[in-house]
């Protein structure tokens, strides 16, 4: 299992065994990722929930943002004001999900 992480500009992706990663994710803001193209977008000072999504764009920089994989890729991206994590499966990619979110970064 690895895990692609955003602290701020700190980028990092670890590889662990199942039952270490949610000792590491419990300070990490996550989704239930579903294999789709749907993104969470959280704006500075709004409170994160929880929700399905596989990309989680933001422009707070003090909350740290993850995703899990296993056989999908996932990808760490830094726009001007914001960055984001993503799930990237063969079905969110079908649906263009990386696009998608690349698209968010550039506003």
Request: hydrophobic fraction near 40%; charged fraction near 30%.
């Amino acid at each position: 299992m690895r895990i692609i992480e955003i602290d701020g500009y700190r980028i990092s992706m670890t590889d662990k065994h199942d039952e270490d990663i949610d000792a590491l994710l419990w300070t990490y803001h996550k989704c239930e990722q579903i294999h789709s193209d749907i993104i969470y977008i959280r704006e500075d000072g709004e409170d994160f929930v929880k929700q399905q999504a596989d990309a989680i764009v933001t422009n707070t920089m003090h909350n740290k943002i993850a995703v899990r994989v296993a056989d999908c890729s996932p990808i760490a991206l830094i726009g001007k004001t914001y960055f984001a994590v993503v799930h990237a499966g063969r079905k969110g990619l079908k649906s263009w999900i990386l696009d998608k979110t690349i698209d968010l970064l550039r506003t």
